[in-house]
């Protein structure tokens, strides 16, 4: 099914007293996107053979996840966004208050998407498996920790083993989750799985790398959102500390190693090959 399509089946329903918030979080789910993260899932699982419906929740629960990190990191006590995807952003349109509880609110509507896919399987072992991989991978020890690290250090300098430190959590963490939750609910075996979480390291730094030029190289037009930010926050960068040059040699090295990965492992790879190569050089 189309992941949009996906998206749309497991939006929440606006009604009672507490519509506002569910206005709030399906207006940043719907507000468009690259969708890599639920895409990156259902490629992995079909990689492997995957044929059931349980993948489904499990993509829709990872985009809400990924969509409400998006939603706290615009807020005035983050980076201060009102653009976000063309469009203002969640707090720009609700108010801070209903923008962090929109947050809260996708975020935890998130698993109780997820927790659908147990009725979805003949194999709840690995939706259980899928399930703790999704948390670990958006909380302290992935995501959320990247952006603690990350917060704590704005406006300081940074050691490159420190911003790799963030990249591999903030960014990395998710894209892992999604190539592993696609593997594993598939069935995929000890070492694909691992091949899979370095796949997703190596995306996800390359991924942010690629932002990081895009932030001085872009327009507002095509990126959606504003351009200069981390110059504005004053945020270490690998242009900052390496420049232009080397760090698009940098996301070159990434997407090679990740498709050294793709290769070990089953299945048609031409949408992974694909994905990797536009990573490199994409302008949006």
């Known amino acids: 099914m189309d992941i949009e399509k ?15 918030v569910i206005e709030a979080s399906c207006y940043s789910l719907q507000a468009g996107g690259k969708r890599v993260r639920p895409a990156l899932m259902q490629e992995a699982y079909a990689l492997f053979g995957g ?31 009102t653009l976000r995807r063309g469009k203002p952003t ?8 209903m923008g962090i509880l929109a947050g809260d ?29 999704l948390a670990q991978k958006a909380g302290i020890y992935g995501m959320v920790g990247g952006q603690v690290v990350d917060v704590e250090n704005t406006g300081k300098p940074l050691t490159a083993d420190m911003l790799d430190f ?12 999604s190539l592993m939750i696609g593997g ?54 690998y242009v900052t500390l390496y420049g232009l040059k080397a760090a698009q040699s940098e996301v070159s090295r990434l997407s090679d190693e990740a498709i050294s990965l793709l290769d070990q492992l089953p299945g048609d790879h031409g949408f992974f090959r694909t994905f990797i190569r536009r990573l490199e050089n994409r302008s949006y």
């Open 6 to 20: 996906i998206i749309e089946k497991y939006l929440p329903q606006g009604e009672g007293f507490q519509k506002t």
């Open 51 to 81: 044929s059931e419906e349980v993948i489904e929740p499990f993509m829709a629960a990872m985009e809400m996840i990924h969509t409400y990190s998006l939603v706290h990191d615009d807020l005035p006590a983050m980076d201060n966004d």
């Open 90 to 97: 969640t707090w720009f349109s609700y108010g801070e208050d």
């Open 105 to 133: 609110a996708l975020l935890t509507y998130a698993f109780e998407t997820a927790a659908k896919g147990f009725s979805l399987t003949a194999h709840p072992d690995r939706a259980a498996r899928a399930m703790g991989v």
């Open 166 to 177: 963030i990249y591999r959590l903030k960014t990395g963490a998710l894209l892992e989750a």
């Open 184 to 237: 594993i609910l598939a069935g995929a075996g000890e070492d694909q799985i691992r091949m899979l979480e370095q796949m997703g390291t190596d995306l996800g730094l390359a991924f942010q790398i690629r932002d990081d030029i895009l932030d001085v190289s872009s327009t507002e037009e095509e990126l959606g959102k504003p351009i200069g930010s981390d110059e504005r926050n004053q945020k270490t960068t």
